[in-house]
């Protein structure tokens, strides 16, 4: 059962900027944070932007001050906004419910998405 639809990404110039997309069911979404998570070749998944359903927002380090997560509650959508792109940014992007109270201690709530290739490049 698919229980994330992820969207947008793919090819960005350096200094470029992307919006990334994804849906859950209702029943998930009003109830949850909801977070994005990148995994870059050969590291680890990491999650670099969380969002509660109350809208506080929380980023990791290598992203904070480029990123913009948000979320369409009536349309079970949630949006991450990446401006200013380097290479480091180029990775498999993912998003997911969160159970968790901060960032250190999120832990993904649903199985995942196919993911999104995001390849910034020169």
């Known amino acids: 059962q698919v229980e994330i639809v992820e969207s947008g990404g793919g090819l960005v110039q350096v200094g470029g900027s992307l919006r990334l997309s994804c849906t859950t069911r209702?029943?998930?979404?009003?109830?949850?944070?909801m977070g994005w998570y990148r995994q870059a070749p050969g590291s680890h998944r990491e999650l670099i932007a969380r969002?509660?359903?109350?809208?506080?927002?929380t980023y990791a380090d290598s992203v904070k001050g480029r990123a913009t997560i948000s979320r369409d509650n009536a349309a079970n959508t949630l949006y991450l906004r990446m401006d200013n792109m380097t290479p480091q940014d180029t990775a498999v992007y993912y998003c997911?419910?969160?159970?968790?109270?901060?960032?250190?201690?999120?832990?993904?709530?649903?199985?995942w998405g196919q993911g999104i290739q995001v390849t910034v490049t020169a």
């Open positions: 997911n419910a969160l159970v968790g109270l901060t960032m250190e201690t999120s832990e993904p709530r649903l199985s």
């Open positions: 969002i509660t359903s109350h809208d506080i927002i």
């Open positions: 209702r029943s998930v979404f009003g109830f949850y944070a």
